[in-house]
């Protein structure tokens, strides 16, 4: 059991009125190294000179694995901050490490790895 990601809109405001049925609304983040397409509801190339856009709103669904929906994407991680360096704990990872969330893109993984996409939970400490 994991969770499956949907990428919804961009304003928190429209999903505030009530819990999912099922797993969670997670908004807040930011994503460093790309943009957001909202109408496409993916991953984009970032705007010249901006280095942090708000994430859209995800819902965190949990499912067996072999239930997740099939689309391309890349395994983006998220940071607790944009340092990207921790303490490295018994599980292998940084303690600044939080999980990896699958994001929509029409591009190859390697694109957005070479550009050091991540999306991040705060700005700064």
């Known amino acids: 059991v994991g969770y499956d990601y949907e990428m919804l809109g961009m304003d928190p405001a429209v ?7 099922e797993g969670l609304y997670i908004e807040g983040l930011f994503l460093e190294g790309a943009g957001w397409d909202a109408a496409a509801k993916q991953l984009c190339e970032s705007e010249s000179k901006v280095l942090f856009v708000p994430a859209p709103v995800m819902w965190f669904r949990p499912k067996h694995m072999e239930q997740y929906a099939a689309y391309q994407h890349y ?38 790895i070479m550009r050091g996409v991540a999306l991040l939970t705060q700005l700064s400490d």
Do not use: I
């Open 15 to 21: 999903y505030a009125h009530a819990p999912p049925a």
């Open 75 to 112: 395994n983006c991680p998220m940071y607790r901050t944009p340092d990207r360096r921790g303490v490295l704990a018994t599980t292998g990872h940084s303690t600044n490490f939080v999980m990896f969330v699958r994001l929509p893109s029409q591009q190859k993984p390697e694109h957005w």
